[in-house]
């Protein structure tokens, strides 16, 4: 079998393919460069590669057991470890990209100072052509922020936190290590003590079966009212009714919701119209900003040389724990 990677991305530039070129000549691989409106053309040549450089189930779908390594141009993974069969090859490595943490920390204070601001109560008046009076507002500047995981994304949006002078920053992790930019780090399993403190809720968790529901009814009980969820990770960690019901009750300030469950949001969902609700159709980290295309490319390329080397992936991720 040819030492082959498929390449099935939209981003890449000349310069960018001749970097995976470079990459892969020196790991005596061939790559293949396929858009995203080449399907088809992917599909025939992937059944010749050991390597995969996507964003794409479906064609994962359509890899022979032949497939060694699927790197997914994407941090969340979750559509690729609840699904065994998606795998034709079941010791098939996996890798993802964490390069998302700049654009998302950035969606994350824009979102905030939205609602903190209060845009959604300016937006429908605007709409009609009508002047709101001015309204008490709130900054991040000495506020408490509790962020739910640790990892690339949650140190992105400490740093720009404590950059905009929020007065505590929380961190919860699996593990409650002490982790770079967090004024203090808990395990996860003290969450509830946390949330009565937090002014700015914001979850950055990979969907596995810890963090489904974690923000059950009960706990968005034990938020104060002043407080604000933001999402940026996944959509089953929220439950959506309960938020809904506590927004339209006003039993906490307001939510910016990224992920949601299911995507697209059915046109009759009550989430739409949620009072105090900013909703964006999951687009925090997508593969449009330079900074973020770069990473995401250089972290492939770095493991392509791992692989061919016969080292552990820098950016592997273990399918049975889902990250």
Known sequence: MSRDICVFQDFLTDAYKDKIRSAAAAAGMTPYFFTCDQFDEAVECLQHCEVL?????????A???TLKWYCAASAGVDVYCKDDGIFA???CLLSNSNAFGATIAE???MVTLMLMRRWPEFAEPLRNHEWPAPVTVRSIRDCEVTILGTGNIGKHVAQRMRSMGAARIIGLSRSGKPVEGFDEVYPISELNDI???TEVLVMALPSTPETIGILSRERIALLPQNAYVINVGRGTAVDQPALVEALNAERIAGAALDVM???PLPKDDPL????????????SGNLTLGYTCETNLNMFCEDIANYAAGRPLAHYVDRKRGY
């Open 53 to 61: 450089y996507a964003m794409s189930p479906k064609l994962l779908r």
């Open 63 to 65: 890899a022979p057991a």
């Open 89 to 91: 090859n079941p010791d």
């Open 107 to 109: 969606h994350v204070v």
């Open 195 to 197: 949330l009565p403190k």
């Open 261 to 263: 469950m299911p995507e």
């Open 272 to 283: 739409w119209n949620a009072k105090n609700l900013v909703l964006t159709p999951h687009t």
